[in-house]
């Protein structure tokens, strides 16, 4: 089974930082990588699909880049909204993996 | 509006069994494939498994396999999960969530969760 592995998993961020979160699979994945925000209490929300595709609705300071083994997550402008978990996901081959989470909280 | 409704909170004990649901509706149950999701507390998501309303085709993650069923009833758009004998260790909360492409399983709606205790 594919392994992913998020880094770092927790950080402090203050409001306008750029921020970036990093997901790595344990083997190649193409570009078969989702991104999820998922905020206390709620159920995960789909922010990116196919390693950089925005999913509709969600802003455009998230984005996503990478392929084969390594991937990044980008908030241009973090928002106070935007102080949450994140996962990763591949679904590149069965069974799909999550990521662990990275947690960004307010600086 | 595409929505999946998940049913309430449950508390069990231990060797009980337990069927939870997610009702899918606003847009074709049976074009998607509805999966489950493991958060247990304080942890991350873990993948069970999912299914194929129109012809209830199902896969499970080797890790779930033989511990939960997953199925679904086509006529009133809606999946379910459950257990024949409960653990404490399968206190958590469990999502649905909606994928499209047959193979490339990722989510883009997901139910609003539903949390189960086991305890004594």
């Known amino acids: 089974a594919i392994r992913m592995t998020q880094s770092p998993s927790s950080f402090s961020a203050s409001t306008g930082d750029r921020v970036t979160i990093t997901c790595r699979a344990s083997?190649?994945?193409?570009?078969?990588l989702a991104w999820y925000q998922q905020k206390p209490g709620k159920a995960p929300k789909l922010l990116i699909y196919?390693?950089?595709t925005l999913q509709s609705g969600v802003p455009s300071r998230f984005s996503g880049s990478g392929s084969g083994t390594d991937f990044t997550l980008t908030i241009s402008c973090l928002q106070s909204e935007d102080f949450a978990t994140y996962y990763c996901q591949q679904y590149y081959s069965y069974p799909p993996a999550f990521g662990q989470g990275t947690k960004v909280e307010i600086k | 509006e595409v929505q999946l409704v998940q049913s309430g909170a449950e508390v069990k004990k231990p060797g009980e069994s337990l069927k939870i649901s997610c009702k899918g509706s606003g847009y074709s149950f049976t074009s998607y494939w509805i999966g489950w999701v493991r958060q247990m507390p304080g942890k991350g998501l873990e993948w069970m498994g999912i299914?194929?309303?129109?012809?209830?085709?199902?896969r499970y993650s080797p890790s779930f396999q033989g511990q939960v069923t997953i199925s679904a009833d086509k006529s009133i758009s809606t999946a379910y999960l459950q257990w024949s004998s409960l653990k404490a260790s399968d206190t958590a909360m469990y999502y649905c969530?909606?994928?499209?492409?047959?193979?490339?399983?990722?989510?883009?709606?997901w139910g609003q969760g539903t949390l189960v205790t086991v305890s004594s």
């Open positions: 083997q190649g994945i193409s570009s078969y």
């Open positions: 969530a909606r994928s499209l492409v047959p193979s490339k399983y990722y989510f883009d709606y």
């Open positions: 299914i194929y309303p129109g012809d209830s085709d199902t």
């Open positions: 196919a390693a950089s």
